[in-house]
């Protein structure tokens, strides 16, 4: 039964390694220790098998540790592994020095820990049985009544027998530098007999570059007395399969103490070699994709940055993410994303040259490192080509997915002197190339750090208009086309602000989606505008209904039922009265969730209507899934009705589908009596835009609800 013992002064630390190491194999013992001293106690008495330390304790270190434990009777073999935060060569030889035989790096991977501990487990099991054999050996050697000659003959053979059995290949060979013994292990390895190596010299059997090697330590050994620390090097068996050892050299000596030979141990370690190097790919590659990660980017820009101020050679960092991909993974599902992120990867990877890097940096951001940049055309032509490559649509299943890029370059060293910068400014070129209208590139350039600045002071006068109150709203007219009387307003914010100067929503709104602060801001239009609303039967209007815009982050930060219902209860609005406005945005949340939370408000009274229907992923699973009372048709349709025969035609079938569900229809947009004739024609319910009236102030509102009937206008 082996037993494992873990040294560590933290409590936390000895859990973790004593349930790893009980996990290693079924009957294992593990004891665990805090202080070393205490350990070296127990140890004195107990013998273990294997031996895991930290190397910075209070009372000793883990050098000093291994020192003294190594001292100890039965613990000159014992396997000793020391795990140590330091980076540093002075630590790693001084516990090298003292005994050690394996090092892991804190943090400890874990499954690098049980592949190691396994390990060597399995060495001390092969150094146990090798003991235990020449024990028994030795007594019946001492109770043989044979001649000592025999007895000696005798013990040789059973020794070889026993070293035999040992899977790891054992030789030695004499100051001349010929093979005196060879086990069957090794032998095998090179598919002969081991008689058949006894007298050939280290280059006959491992070739002429390991074999000289071989020898020349051979050689160092023979003159200096010395072991040599074990040292891992590769041997190619007969077969042509490389695989990796653990090679210790030790000199053999005669009865008068001078040696005589070269004892050669080396222990197969392949199948740890594999998966230390496994246990790397993972660590700097993306696990969906198999793409370098941000960490294997981060370094390749480095050692890039390192060759090209040797060379004064120029190299561009890409950065983009998928347009749309959001609405994909949510409505398509989330097998569908992965599918299509690693169908990207296998893209951009046939679209690079080999020097060239692409790696995925987390959902569905990449970049691509561009070595060798001659011009900044090569620059364009690369994001042209990636461009290219993502235009032809992908399927899945029958489904055809189709995505684009936003692409931000960074040149090296015009836009930037080390990773951070480079990163930095190639993510403000993105952005730019978004907000120029997606699927496309932008090369960095001085003025995106200035916009980037103008944006932060954006903020920082966002959050300080929210408590000077410096919002306010107004409202724009909503039309039943029926009677021509107003039903209905839709609010919509402006920003005065401190010098006076009115700011429209398009210029501050994106901004607060991006920072979070639409959620403050909303709350306070859906109050303001309940408050306002609930005021005006006491004005003499009758009780039209207020529209109010929801962002998607609202349902992302804050509970949207209950903020609904204070802003109700507050105002005491009649809730048949309220709109709420659903965006693409919102509709691309976590359904479930969402609809929950929308069919509670629905049971009220609330009605909901979809904002720009038409223009969106999947408007039609959209009035399928959600608690919609009303479509609300996208101006870009309406601008055209006259012109355009594919508009029109797209208008009728939204008023159909609609009234097939029995959806009102309203039309927003609307700035021509002609456009008003047409929409009456088509049966649409209610229209909204300029035609009407301009968003005004609610005194301007209140006004023009008492004086007008507005179909008299359109006659």
Known sequence: MPLICILDDRVTNRNIFAKLAASIEPDVTVRAFGSPLEALAWMAENTPDLVITDFKMPELDGAEFTRRFRSLRGCEDVPVVVLTVYEERSFRLSALEAGA????????????????????????????VIASRAVTLEKELRSSERSRQQALRD????????????????????????????????????????????????????????????????????ESGATIPSFEEEIVTRGGERRCFLTTKAPLRDAAGDIVAVLTTSLDITDRKRAEGHLRHLAHHDALTDLPNRALLHERVRHEIAHARRTDRKFALHLFDLDRFKGINDVLGHHVGDRLLRAVADRLRATVRDSDTVARLGGDEFAILQANVLTVDDTTELARRVREALAIPFRFDGEEVSTSASIGIALFPDNGFDVDDLLKNAD???????????????????DMDTSARAITVLESDLRRALVRN???????????????????????????????????????????????????????????????????????????????????????????????????????LDPTR?????????????????????????????????????????????????????????????????????????VRAIINLGHSLDLEVIAEGVETAAQVAHLRAEGCDEVQGFYFGRPMRAPDLVELVRRETLLVRTA
């Not at 059973?158 to 530098?177: E, F, H, K, N, Y």
């Not at 007298?199 to 570059?209: H, K, L, Q, T, W």
Request: net charge negative; glycine share 6%; hydrophobic share 45%.
């Open 101 to 128: 035989t394996d090092f892991l790096q804190s943090p400890v991977d874990h499954h690098e820990f049980l592949t190691r501990a396994r390990n060597l487990l399995k060495m001390r099991r092969q150094q146990l």
């Open 155 to 222: 013990s040789s053979e059973r020794l070889a027998q026993v070293i035999d059995t040992v899977p790891a290949m054992i030789s030695a060979a004499d100051r001349a530098g010929r093979c005196i013994f060879v086990n069957a292990y090794q032998a095998a390895l090179k598919g002969l007999e081991a008689p058949a190596l006894l007298g050939r010299s280290a280059i006959d059997m491992f070739g002429p570059e390991h074999g000289a090697r071989s020898a020349a330590l051979d050689r160092l050994i023979c």
């Open 428 to 446: 403000l070129a993105m952005y730019r190339a978004k907000a120029d209208g997606r699927d496309g590139f932008r090369a960095f350039a001085a």
């Open 470 to 572: 410096e919002f306010e709203l107004h409202y724009q007219p909503q039309v039943d086309l029926a009677t021509g009387r107003i039903v209905g307003a839709e609010a919509l914010i402006r920003w005065r602000r401190e010098n006076g100067d009115l700011v429209s929503p398009g210029e501050f709104l994106p901004r607060a989606e991006e920072n979070g602060l639409i959620v403050p801001i909303n709350e306070w239009v859906l109050r303001e505008a309940c408050s306002q609303a609930a005021s005006w039967p006491k004005l003499g209007l009758p009780p039209i209904r207020i529209a109010v815009n929801l962002s998607g982050v609202q349902f992302r930060k804050v509970d949207v039922r209950q903020v609904v219902l204070d802003a109700l209860e507050a105002s005491e």
């Open 578 to 650: 309220l709109e709420l406005e659903l965006t693409e945005t919102i509709l691309l949340q976590d359904t479930g969730t969402v609809v929950g939370q929308l069919k509670a408000l629905q049971e009220r009274g609330v009605t909901f209507s979809i904002d720009d229907f038409g223009t969106g992923y999947s408007s039609l699973a959209y009035v399928k899934n959600f608690p919609v009372d009303r479509l609300k048709i996208d101006r870009s349709f309406v601008d055209n009705l006259k012109n355009d025969a594919n508009d029109a035609a797209i």
